[in-house]
């Protein structure tokens, strides 16, 4: 059973900047592209970024380019979202899944119906 657990949300000024990890078990997990999601109250969960199950290709929804950066520690089972600059309209609950197939690549935005597993989401909440 694939378990993922998000951690490394919180409160933090305009500006400012988080790291979030999410911690994967239960897959091979250097075989499987891993992705960002987040969601306000009241929208529709949205894309945030994609690494593939090497980190060598990574995609970015265009409001994070230059802001975020997606890593991930195949040896220690774990993705980051390294968000700098945040502003308040990045405020949402992020949340990490794991692709359905093994060595997928990353060539452009994936959809949702990609990801097999996701985590419980952890809340960032940006202050203006």
């Known amino acids: 059973q694939v378990q993922l657990v998000e951690s490394g949300g919180g409160l933090v000024q305009a500006g400012g900047s988080l790291r979030l990890s999410c911690a994967a078990s239960g897959l091979i997990f250097s075989r499987y592209a891993m992705g960002w999601f987040r969601q306000t109250p009241g929208k529709e969960r949205a894309f945030v970024a994609a690494?593939?199950?090497?980190?060598?290709?990574?995609y970015f929804a265009d409001s994070v380019k230059g802001r975020f950066t997606i890593s991930r520690a195949n040896a220690e089972n774990t993705v980051y979202l390294q968000m700098n600059s945040l502003e308040p309209e990045d405020t949402a609950v992020y949340y990490c899944a794991a692709d359905k197939i093994e060595f997928r690549p990353v060539v452009g935005a994936p959809p949702q119906v990609d990801f097999g597993s996701w985590g419980q989401g952890t809340q960032v909440t940006v202050s203006s």
């Open positions: 690494i593939n199950w090497s980190g060598t290709s990574t």
